[in-house]
């Protein structure tokens, strides 16, 4: 199961033996992007009632994962004078400020860590705006056109259902340039790093990255494809930990797709044993989905790769996967699932 934050599931993975300017360069970076782009605490001189609460909610959370009871002090005191007199004074921070001073300190421990729950912090903000996205998307197109008139007093010109539907494609192209701008600056820092469909996780290779991940993450960011993300997120981690059987996760991931491509299609009979009845739907010469030489790929990889990690051993030896071989079955299964949902 998914950790929630990124300091947790990488406890084991050392990003840097050291913090160099680099890394504080890339933490301001990226917590401008949250600040200044995402979610600012000031919005024509006056204080946004979105950013206080979400500000406050990811202090709250933040810390609590951390275990400590604020991220930074919150309250400041100073004196003046008044009437000749000295007179303590006590103000609460905005708690914007409170992350940021806490984003910013100096290292006090030890480097990677020190790293680790700062990306922490980034990852859950963006994982918010995600999911304030999701939420939008699934809305009727009313609530958007109640929230555009809640935000802005400018007049869209158009139907109703164009300026909603503008309003929409408005809010998820600032935040996946938002998410583009995040990833650059993690390669610009050179940290092995992708942001993608709210986690932060370790990405190996810059050519798969850009030809492989990047595209899969989009192509399953949508709520029917939620448990392949999942899985795909799942195999990851377990990768980079070194964890047990990342690339089953990979295949049962690969083996959902199939499912849900077989359902939507409407060519799922009920008798279906397994993957390579699935796999048969969809390369019958009646769908044609897939050729027939595709179809004999996919049940290769289930039959050697999927299936002996899906069943107990028994008494012969547990079966295992080199690293290199790891990879490849989590790219393989990337790139199948990429090419399958894009055939729809």
Known sequence: MLIDIFARRYEGAILRSEF???DARVLVQAFRILSE???PYFINGKTSEYAVTFWTNLHKRLSRELGLTELSPQWFHYTTKWNGQETAQTHKKPLVTVCEE???KPVSGLPDQHLKDRLSLIELGFRERENEIATMLAQPETNA???LAATSTLRVPGSPKSAALSYREGKVAAFRTCVDELNARFRHAALPLNYHNGFIQIATDDLVQREVETPFWTVVSGPEWANVDLDMKQALDLRDSDGRDPAFYAARALESTIKII???KGWTHGKENGAHNYIDNLASKKHGFVTPWEGSNLKDFFTH???PFGHGAGSAQMPSL???Q????????MSWIKSLIRRL
């Open 20 to 22: 160099d300017e680099r």
């Open 102 to 104: 806490w984003m910013l």
């Open 326 to 333: 790891t990879e490849w079955a989590i790219e393989f299964s």
């Open 145 to 147: 056109l109640q929230a």
């Open 37 to 39: 782009d995402m979610y």
């Open 322 to 324: 080199s690293r290199a």
């Open 305 to 307: 790769v999927r299936n």
């Open 262 to 264: 077989s359902d939507r």
